[in-house]
């Protein structure tokens, strides 16, 4: 029997109304199958300082190492925006993912043929767009050091720095899906003006002979962040580094037609984090409308990457499909005169949807 650890940190804003909705489906799936998922809870971000003054209480960490695989919301709130970095509820976020130690984030963003009218993108340019960007997750501006603001000169800075053997972990992760895939590899980098992406494409070039099935081509960033909407269908796999990967992901959003699409899997370190793709959504956060698709769609990730249940998330994967293709909507998808589905309604329609799916397919197997 399969059996589960899941460690819930829900978070901040709309971290908590959305993986309600992928707790509830985890817990039918876990119940159908017959499969064992202990899930529990724990705080991190914005929350945790409130109540224990640390955005990732010692308590949290040693849980989220226990487990089998971290579900996380999301962090922030614009009441912390006057702290430093190391302070703010990111930190708590940063502190986990390298705990963790997954340096491969999987973020995968298509086109829902539901959604193409919610793009801004013609249909015929999204259409059958499948893109996976892999994103280096622990290294660059985001942990480099030195990093520091210095209020005496006026001057601040951060470091993006990447070994040899960073970026060769990942990128043999991003070579190997893309066999499993469409056989093309974009590496992303700035190598035109910054040493470290000179190290990073040099490093991704030598790789590329032991995957000769793989077709690479080398993209600047700032040429991508324009392919991309220009013709995202010429994409399969994406690697780039870590600052780049949050740019361009969320960019792609753009093509899904809503940020709350999208979900993500970090993989290769201890113990795998699963988290929508989004923030903590301040200003939608409370209302009961933030869209819990993308939380949903990092459930049906758990269970392949972790629990090896694919035909469990096969089956979130297409009741997602299905209750988009009947027409439901959160607001952030809606189109003028459309009523909106609250968070628990929409979630509560991909959740009847897993059920039935899953129990045609039992009651198929028993005959
Ligand atoms: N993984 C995490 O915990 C992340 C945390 N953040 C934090 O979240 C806070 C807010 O950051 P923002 O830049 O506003 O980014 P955000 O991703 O929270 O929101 C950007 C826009 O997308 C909308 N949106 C996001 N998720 C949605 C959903 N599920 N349904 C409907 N609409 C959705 C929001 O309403 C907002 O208009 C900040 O404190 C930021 O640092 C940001 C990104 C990732
Ligand atoms: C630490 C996070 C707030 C960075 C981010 O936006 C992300 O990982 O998507
Ligand atoms: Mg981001």
């Not at 960073?166 to 056989?183: G, H, I, Q, T």
């Not at 494409?201 to 590329?208: K, M, P, S």
């Not at 081509?217 to 870590?242: G, I, K, S």
Request: glycine fraction near 8%; proline fraction near 5%; charged fraction near 20%.
């Amino acid at each position: 029997m399969t059996k589960l650890k899941i460690l819930v940190v829900a978070g901040d804003g709309i971290g908590p109304e959305v993986t309600g909705e992928a707790v509830r489906i985890l817990r039918s799936v876990a119940e159908l199958g017959g499969y064992d998922f202990q899930i529990s809870e724990a705080l991190i971000g914005g929350v945790a300082i409130k109540q224990q003054g640390t955005p990732l209480p010692a308590a949290t960490l040693s849980a989220a190492l226990e487990s089998d695989a971290v579900l996380l919301g999301a962090v922030g709130g614009n009441e912390f925006n006057s702290l430093t970095p190391d302070k703010r509820p990111e930190a708590g976020l940063l502190q986990l993912r390298q705990a963790l130690g997954g340096f491969a984030n999987l973020r995968p963003a298509f086109a829902f043929p539901a959604l193409s009218s919610n793009s801004p993108l013609r249909p015929e340019v999204i259409e059958g767009a499948d893109i996976l960007f892999v994103r280096e997750l622990l290294g660059g501006l985001y942990f480099g050091e030195p990093r520091q603001w210095d209020r005496a000169s006026n001057s601040a800075w951060n470091t993006m720095r990447y070994t040899r053997d960073e970026v060769v972990r990942v990128a043999r992760v991003a070579f190997e899906l893309a066999s499993m895939r469409r056989k093309k590899l974009t590496s992303v980098d700035k190598a035109n003006v910054l040493e470290v992406s000179q190290l990073w494409r040099a490093t991704v070039t030598e790789l590329a002979p032991q995957y000769p099935g793989v077709t690479l081509e080398h993209q600047y960033v700032d040429a991508c962040a324009m392919h991309l909407m220009n013709t995202p269908r010429n994409f399969d796999v994406v690697l780039t580094e870590n600052l780049f990967g949050d740019i361009l992901s969320d960019e792609s959003a753009v093509i899904t037609g809503s940020l709350g699409m999208l979900p993500s899997a970090t993989i290769g370190g201890k113990v795998n984090l699963y988290e929508p793709v989004h923030g903590s959504a301040p200003d939608i956060a409370g209302k009961g409308i933030a869209n819990p698709l993308g939380a949903i769609l990092t459930a049906a990730m758990l269970l392949r990457h972790s629990g090896n249940l694919e035909q469990e998330a096969q089956a979130i994967e297409t009741a997602v499909r299905k209750v988009l293709e009947q027409g439901h909507r959160t607001a952030d998808l809606v189109r003028a005169g459309e009523t909106p589905l609250s968070t628990q309604e929409m979630g509560k329609l991909v959740h009847q949807s897993v059920n039935e799916i899953i129990d045609r397919h039992q009651a198929m197997h028993a005959v």
